[in-house]
């Protein structure tokens, strides 16, 4: 859906998608209620004024369906996991993000953890493809090796 | 743990469970997943590829205990292998070839095979050429086996199909078979009775039974059958002659319906998956009659167990599997009822090749008993009437009377081929023309008794040299003062 593009630049981590998609079904709830004032407010709140009018201009049943499609299209978003040996700010995450519309593409989610066993580095899991490139694992190896 | 480390550090791919239900998980990620091919997750659980849709995979689970949603799984890049090796000889398994028996761990020689191979193509093959013993005087005379023959043992429950089938392995033990038991979903007491009764007839060690219980998961019994097919493989290509026994497919079809409807497969007739044909198609055709690459003639013989209800033949499995056999033998529940034992409908029964394996003695024995059955299934039909019989039809009757005590065979009792002739022999020349019913009973068991002591050690040879049906009563001739002397 062309209209909600530019809804992907503010949804960067899972936590985002998450609290978006909990938004979204807080306002689902108040497409049938008569007293419309506090729906049309959050509408433009969360979507902006552009995206309020063409929601407004649809019927009430394509107004749901129109709920339902950004649902869906926000959570088949492709997943990038990271876990890492540290709390993240939000500049990190936005400098990572930024890297990664350029290199991978739009539309990318980061599911960050934090995980003192990786000691450095990162452990990367995208697509099912899993790449560990963590330091924890080289120490666990060298020790291995002093065992034999 | 460290096999699920071992191929996430191999294959750099992950998937994650979804959902799962019963045996099925499905199962996202894992971007290079293959039919067929196995996976681990986290626990250490395995689980074979079933399916593959856009997003998910459909994975049958072997355990499903303690199964968590978003637990992660990895691929092994190998299709599911079980262990063979000689060490499986006398054990109880499952069909992970794990020990059930509380005998230790398997011992000797392993290596693993993949349990879904192709069939060998028909270049390899041949005509099924040696008669493969029974035991079973009926079954040998008139219904006979191969080796490489796959035939359908099919009957009610409760009619006696098992203790054929433990006959005929027995049987086939002392000639060196090796003999391969499948019970599928069988109770334990069941299996712990065919263990018992193995044992006793000293045919254990050379047999190996694959047991799978009604409370193990789907997946496993499912898996049972094609275990027993590889296992049998493996000793056919180390040059035995091999024997196996899938009790029964009735049931494993239903486990196969119970997987296919929780993978919301499209239900065909009776609700079975549209598949269920070529599942058992694709492995009775395991079984056959080849040459090795060693250029020696190799056999799987495959009896496999089908299950009716009220003798009704034309039930969805069991005609399927009669299309795929080289014939049947019927358990009768109505002659069961009558106390016959075994209770097989000779007329209803068939063996499409066995009579191939037949020698011209045996072929002239048989067409003659076959038309005195005849003959007196007639003349019981006319004696229901209750009017006074002509005294040929009198003879007819009391003849097939001694016919039917002849075919008739207790669970302990096994009659080698040579003995059989000489029994038919015996009861051709007259030789019980005399007797009441029960003598002739009692002296059959005399017989075999003595037999089985040596006390007719050069018999095996002279039978060897009967050419036809005259050689036959000239040698009874011979041996009648032997027998008479034994009453």
Known sequence: MEIIKHFIDKIITKEDLIFFLQEINSLEKFVFEKEKNFFFKKLEEVFGKEFKDFFLSQPLEEQLFLFKKIKEEFQNLPQLKLEIAFQPDRGFILRLKKWLDEEVGQGIILDIFFDPDVVGGAIVEYQGKYFDFSLGKEIDNLQLEGYS | MNEFNFYLEKNKEIGYISSFSHAVAYVSGLPGLRLEEMIITESGKLGITHGLKKDLAEILMIDVKNLKI????????????IMVGPGLLGRVINPLSQPLDGKGTIEGEKEYQKIKKEAPPFIERIRVNKPLETGIIMVDLLIPIGYGQRELIIGDTKTGKTTFLLQTIVSQTKKGVVCIYVGIGKKDTAIKWTEEYLKKEDAL??????????????????????TGMTIAEYFRDKGKNVLIV???????????????LLLRRTPGRDSYPGDIFHLHAELLERAGNIINKNKKEVSITALPVAVTLENDLSGYIPTNLMAMTDGHIFFDVNEFRKGKRPAINAFLSVSRVGNQTKTPIEKDLTSWIRKKMIEYQKALEIAQFGAELPVETQKTIDFGKRIEILFSQESEIIIPQELQLILIGLLISDFWKNKSLIEMKTEISNFLEKYKKGKFPKLPEKIEEIKDLEHLQFLIKEILPEIETLG
């Open chain 2, 70 to 81: 978003k637990e992660r799984v990895v691929r092994t890049e190998k299709e599911f292998e």
């Open chain 2, 246 to 260: 899938l009790d029964d497919l009735s049931t494993h079809a239903k486990i196969y319906r119970e997987i296919s």
């Open chain 2, 205 to 226: 060690d050379k047999t190996i039974i694959v047991h799978t219980s009604p409370d193990d998961s789907p997946s496993l019994i499912y898996l049972a059958p094609y």
